[in-house]
């Protein structure tokens, strides 16, 4: 089992930032592929960015390429989303996910998942 907990949603402008955090407990976090998606109201879960065992490699949608990064502390069993340039459309909870295969972008692929935080963009 692995417990997943997400902070660091909240309200922000369009084209501000804000970084997110996935705390994990449980089993050996290195042992896991770690991934954030987003869910906005009315409209399906999306990959947003997912981030291999050793943090080495690093895999976003292409909707967030350029503006957001996925980073992993294997020391302190965290991993962070800096959404940097945020737009009204991406409004939405935000969940991160670990799974104990390879890395891929279909949410059934990851076994754990966390509450989700809110992240609320304005103009």
């Known amino acids: 089992q692995v417990q997943l907990v997400e902070s660091g949603g909240g309200l922000v402008q369009a084209g501000g930032s804000l970084r997110l955090s996935c705390a994990a407990s449980?089993?050996?976090?290195?042992?896991?592929?770690m991934a954030w998606f987003r869910q906005a109201p009315g409209k399906e879960r999306e990959f947003v960015a997912a981030i291999n065992r050793s943090g080495a490699g690093t895999y976003y949608a292409d909707s967030v390429k350029g503006r957001f990064t996925i980073y992993r502390d294997n020391g302190k069993n965290t991993v962070d989303l800096q959404m940097n340039s945020l737009k009204l459309a991406e409004t939405a909870v935000y969940y991160c996910?670990?799974?104990?295969?390879?890395?891929?972008?279909?949410?059934?692929?990851?076994?754990?998942w966390g509450q989700g935080t809110q992240v609320t963009v304005y103009s």
């Open positions: 996910a670990a799974g104990s295969g390879t890395v891929e972008v279909t949410g059934r692929a990851y076994g754990y």
């Open positions: 449980g089993r050996t976090f290195s042992n896991y592929v």
